[in-house]
Protein backbone atom coordinates (compact mmCIF):
# COMPACT_ATOMS: atom_id res chain seq x y z
CA UNK A 1 0.00 0.00 0.00
CA UNK A 2 1.18 3.72 -0.81
CA UNK A 3 2.58 5.40 1.81
CA UNK A 4 0.92 9.02 1.34
CA UNK A 5 -2.61 8.61 -0.19
CA UNK A 6 -4.88 10.96 -1.67
CA UNK A 7 -8.98 11.21 -2.38
CA UNK A 8 -10.47 11.63 -4.60
CA UNK A 9 -7.65 11.44 -7.41
CA UNK A 10 -9.96 12.65 -9.74
CA UNK A 11 -12.67 15.37 -9.50
CA UNK A 12 -14.79 17.88 -11.07
CA UNK A 13 -17.04 20.40 -9.75
CA UNK A 14 -18.70 23.82 -10.60
CA UNK A 15 -17.92 27.22 -9.76
CA UNK A 16 -19.09 28.13 -6.47
CA UNK A 17 -19.13 24.50 -4.90
CA UNK A 18 -17.27 23.77 -1.81
CA UNK A 19 -15.18 20.81 -1.86
CA UNK A 20 -12.64 18.84 0.17
CA UNK A 21 -9.16 17.00 -0.56
CA UNK A 22 -8.47 14.36 1.82
CA UNK A 23 -4.68 13.20 2.38
CA UNK A 24 -3.75 10.48 4.39
CA UNK A 25 -0.06 9.07 5.63
CA UNK A 26 1.07 6.13 6.94
CA UNK A 27 4.84 7.35 7.72
CA UNK A 28 4.72 7.87 10.93
CA UNK A 29 5.59 12.02 9.77
CA UNK A 30 4.92 14.83 11.62
CA UNK A 31 4.99 17.39 9.04
CA UNK A 32 2.75 17.51 6.18
CA UNK A 33 2.10 20.27 3.12
CA UNK A 34 -0.33 20.95 0.60
CA UNK A 35 0.63 22.06 -3.00
CA UNK A 36 -0.57 22.96 -6.34
CA UNK A 37 0.86 22.12 -9.55
CA UNK A 38 -0.26 24.39 -13.02
CA UNK A 39 0.74 22.81 -16.48
CA UNK A 40 4.15 23.75 -16.95
CA UNK A 41 4.92 25.03 -13.88
CA UNK A 42 6.58 23.44 -10.46
CA UNK A 43 4.98 23.16 -7.32
CA UNK A 44 3.31 26.24 -5.30
CA UNK A 45 2.79 25.61 -1.28
CA UNK A 46 -0.80 26.01 -0.07
CA UNK A 47 -0.60 25.21 3.40
CA UNK A 48 1.64 22.85 5.57
CA UNK A 49 1.74 21.45 9.08
CA UNK A 50 4.17 20.40 11.73
CA UNK A 51 2.06 19.18 13.90
CA UNK A 52 -1.47 18.68 14.81
CA UNK A 53 -2.05 22.26 16.08
CA UNK A 54 0.42 23.95 14.12
CA UNK A 55 -0.85 24.89 10.80
CA UNK A 56 0.78 27.30 8.53
CA UNK A 57 -0.11 29.60 5.58
CA UNK A 58 2.04 28.98 2.33
CA UNK A 59 2.31 31.37 -0.97
CA UNK A 60 -0.52 30.90 -1.94
CA UNK A 61 -3.68 30.12 0.67
CA UNK A 62 -6.25 32.32 -0.32
CA UNK A 63 -9.34 30.58 -1.35
CA UNK A 64 -8.25 27.18 0.33
CA UNK A 65 -8.45 26.07 4.43
CA UNK A 66 -7.01 23.34 5.78
CA UNK A 67 -7.45 20.98 8.49
CA UNK A 68 -5.28 18.54 10.57
CA UNK A 69 -7.88 16.12 11.80
CA UNK A 70 -4.86 13.91 13.29
CA UNK A 71 -1.26 13.09 12.81
CA UNK A 72 -1.98 10.70 9.80
CA UNK A 73 -4.69 13.37 8.26
CA UNK A 74 -4.64 16.52 6.53
CA UNK A 75 -7.30 17.82 4.66
CA UNK A 76 -7.58 20.66 1.71
CA UNK A 77 -10.88 22.61 1.41
CA UNK A 78 -11.73 24.76 -1.59
CA UNK A 79 -14.49 27.04 0.05
CA UNK A 80 -16.01 28.24 -3.06
CA UNK A 81 -13.98 26.81 -6.16
CA UNK A 82 -13.27 28.91 -9.13
CA UNK A 83 -11.82 27.92 -12.25
CA UNK A 84 -8.39 29.13 -12.42
CA UNK A 85 -8.44 26.76 -9.05
CA UNK A 86 -8.00 24.24 -11.70
CA UNK A 87 -5.16 22.79 -11.27
CA UNK A 88 -3.16 19.16 -9.64
CA UNK A 89 -2.80 18.71 -6.20
CA UNK A 90 -0.44 17.60 -4.43
CA UNK A 91 0.10 15.84 -0.30
CA UNK A 92 3.27 15.82 1.05
CA UNK A 93 4.73 14.81 4.29
CA UNK A 94 8.46 14.79 6.03
CA UNK A 95 9.94 14.16 9.05
CA UNK A 96 13.54 14.89 9.17
CA UNK A 97 14.05 18.40 9.55
CA UNK A 98 17.27 20.91 8.18
CA UNK A 99 18.43 21.10 4.92
CA UNK A 100 18.31 17.23 4.50
CA UNK A 101 14.43 17.44 4.57
CA UNK A 102 13.09 15.41 1.94
CA UNK A 103 9.03 15.52 1.32
CA UNK A 104 7.49 12.40 -0.03
CA UNK A 105 4.10 12.92 -1.99
CA UNK A 106 1.07 11.27 -2.58
CA UNK A 107 -0.53 10.45 -5.86
CA UNK A 108 -2.01 13.62 -6.76
CA UNK A 109 -5.21 14.57 -7.08
CA UNK A 110 -6.76 16.46 -10.44
CA UNK A 111 -9.26 18.97 -9.69
CA UNK A 112 -11.20 20.48 -13.02
CA UNK A 113 -13.56 23.78 -11.94
CA UNK A 114 -15.74 24.40 -14.54
CA UNK B 1 16.17 36.80 -9.63
CA UNK B 2 15.61 32.91 -10.24
CA UNK B 3 16.88 30.53 -7.71
CA UNK B 4 16.42 27.15 -9.30
CA UNK B 5 17.13 27.35 -13.15
CA UNK B 6 16.36 24.48 -15.73
CA UNK B 7 17.82 25.48 -18.86
CA UNK B 8 16.54 22.66 -20.96
CA UNK B 9 12.57 22.67 -21.12
CA UNK B 10 12.56 19.49 -22.94
CA UNK B 11 14.99 16.27 -24.20
CA UNK B 12 15.02 13.80 -26.32
CA UNK B 13 17.62 10.92 -25.93
CA UNK B 14 18.10 7.59 -27.18
CA UNK B 15 17.85 4.41 -25.20
CA UNK B 16 20.68 3.16 -23.14
CA UNK B 17 22.41 6.58 -23.57
CA UNK B 18 23.46 8.46 -20.82
CA UNK B 19 21.61 11.68 -20.00
CA UNK B 20 22.50 14.83 -18.05
CA UNK B 21 19.48 17.09 -16.67
CA UNK B 22 21.05 20.44 -16.07
CA UNK B 23 20.15 22.65 -12.81
CA UNK B 24 21.59 25.82 -11.66
CA UNK B 25 20.79 27.48 -8.29
CA UNK B 26 21.37 30.64 -6.50
CA UNK B 27 21.91 30.75 -2.70
CA UNK B 28 24.32 33.27 -0.34
CA UNK B 29 22.81 30.72 2.18
CA UNK B 30 26.21 28.13 2.92
CA UNK B 31 23.58 25.33 4.10
CA UNK B 32 21.28 24.23 1.51
CA UNK B 33 20.23 20.98 0.43
CA UNK B 34 18.94 20.12 -3.57
CA UNK B 35 16.41 17.97 -4.76
CA UNK B 36 15.57 16.04 -8.11
CA UNK B 37 12.03 14.93 -8.57
CA UNK B 38 10.44 13.04 -11.60
CA UNK B 39 7.23 13.10 -12.56
CA UNK B 40 5.84 10.28 -14.89
CA UNK B 41 2.95 10.96 -17.20
CA UNK B 42 0.88 9.75 -14.49
CA UNK B 43 1.20 12.48 -12.31
CA UNK B 44 2.68 11.43 -9.30
CA UNK B 45 6.16 13.04 -7.84
CA UNK B 46 8.90 10.69 -7.25
CA UNK B 47 12.13 11.78 -4.79
CA UNK B 48 14.89 10.49 -6.88
CA UNK B 49 18.12 11.60 -4.61
CA UNK B 50 19.41 14.72 -2.59
CA UNK B 51 22.68 16.38 -1.91
CA UNK B 52 23.57 18.45 0.67
CA UNK B 53 25.72 21.56 0.31
CA UNK B 54 28.71 20.02 2.83
CA UNK B 55 28.59 16.98 1.38
CA UNK B 56 32.33 16.04 0.24
CA UNK B 57 31.05 13.34 -2.42
CA UNK B 58 28.41 13.57 -5.18
CA UNK B 59 25.34 11.87 -4.13
CA UNK B 60 24.39 8.44 -6.12
CA UNK B 61 21.04 6.55 -6.18
CA UNK B 62 21.34 3.49 -7.94
CA UNK B 63 21.41 4.75 -12.07
CA UNK B 64 20.96 8.08 -10.80
CA UNK B 65 24.16 10.55 -9.33
CA UNK B 66 24.29 13.89 -8.86
CA UNK B 67 26.76 16.12 -10.57
CA UNK B 68 27.60 18.74 -8.02
CA UNK B 69 29.68 21.48 -8.70
CA UNK B 70 29.30 24.18 -6.15
CA UNK B 71 31.51 27.03 -7.63
CA UNK B 72 29.50 26.71 -10.49
CA UNK B 73 26.54 26.16 -8.56
CA UNK B 74 24.81 23.67 -10.67
CA UNK B 75 23.54 20.15 -9.57
CA UNK B 76 23.05 18.53 -12.61
CA UNK B 77 21.60 14.78 -12.22
CA UNK B 78 22.83 12.63 -14.58
CA UNK B 79 20.74 8.77 -15.72
CA UNK B 80 23.15 6.12 -17.29
CA UNK B 81 21.63 3.86 -19.00
CA UNK B 82 18.81 5.24 -19.73
CA UNK B 83 15.37 3.58 -20.27
CA UNK B 84 11.68 3.52 -21.95
CA UNK B 85 10.56 4.38 -17.94
CA UNK B 86 12.86 7.12 -17.55
CA UNK B 87 10.66 9.34 -19.85
CA UNK B 88 8.89 12.21 -17.27
CA UNK B 89 9.25 15.53 -16.24
CA UNK B 90 12.05 16.07 -13.74
CA UNK B 91 12.36 18.83 -11.06
CA UNK B 92 15.41 20.08 -9.37
CA UNK B 93 13.95 22.19 -5.78
CA UNK B 94 16.48 23.77 -3.13
CA UNK B 95 16.00 24.43 0.47
CA UNK B 96 18.12 27.00 1.97
CA UNK B 97 19.17 26.78 5.61
CA UNK B 98 19.02 24.34 8.12
CA UNK B 99 15.56 25.59 9.75
CA UNK B 100 13.79 26.65 6.59
CA UNK B 101 11.14 24.19 5.60
CA UNK B 102 10.00 25.63 2.11
CA UNK B 103 11.08 24.05 -1.17
CA UNK B 104 11.82 26.23 -4.15
CA UNK B 105 11.26 24.83 -7.49
CA UNK B 106 12.55 24.64 -11.22
CA UNK B 107 10.42 25.05 -13.65
CA UNK B 108 11.17 21.15 -15.05
CA UNK B 109 12.63 19.43 -17.68
CA UNK B 110 10.52 17.09 -19.97
CA UNK B 111 13.08 14.09 -20.69
CA UNK B 112 12.11 11.64 -23.58
CA UNK B 113 13.45 8.40 -23.81
CA UNK B 114 13.40 7.31 -27.49
CA UNK B 115 13.49 3.11 -28.43
Known amino acids: DADVTQTPRNRITKTGKRIMLECSQT?????MYWYRQDPGLGLRLIYY???????NKGEISDGYSVSRQAQAKFSLSLESAIPNQTALYFC?????????????FGPGTRLLVL | AQKITQTQPGMFVQEKEAVTLDCTYDTSDPSYGLFWYKQPSSGEMIFLIYQGSYDQQNATEGRYSLNFQKARKSANLVISASQLGDSAMYFC????????????WGAGTKLIIKP
Open chain 1, 92 to 104: ATSDLQGRAETQY
Open chain 1, 27 to 31: KGHDR
Open chain 2, 93 to 104: AMREGDSNYQLI
Open chain 1, 49 to 55: SFDVKDI
